[in-house]
């Protein structure tokens, strides 16, 4: 079976949450309601791009990863 990777880039208000982790899974939730095919399951990672907390816009890279039949 091959494996498939989406990649979604996200940005999210840095006041949004309490911490960077927080603000990531804001960001998988966003990556997910952009998606166009909901597949199941799928692992959704997301890496830090640019800004940091409190900023006025935070960066992130999404990456949803399924496999494909």
């Known amino acids: ?3 498939t990777r989406d ?3 996200v940005q999210v208000p840095g006041d949004a949450a309490d911490s ?4 990531a899974d804001i960001a ?10 909901y ?11 640019s800004g940091e907390l409190g900023d006025w816009s935070v960066t992130f ?3 949803r990863t399924r496999v494909k039949r």
């Open 28 to 37: 998988i939730d966003e990556a997910r309601d952009r998606a166009r095919l």
């Open 61 to 63: 890279r999404v990456r």
């Open 7 to 9: 990649y979604y880039t």
């Open 39 to 49: 597949c199941m399951p799928a692992l959704w990672t997301a890496t830090l791009v």
């Open 20 to 23: 960077v982790a927080d603000l």
């Open 1 to 3: 079976m091959a494996t």
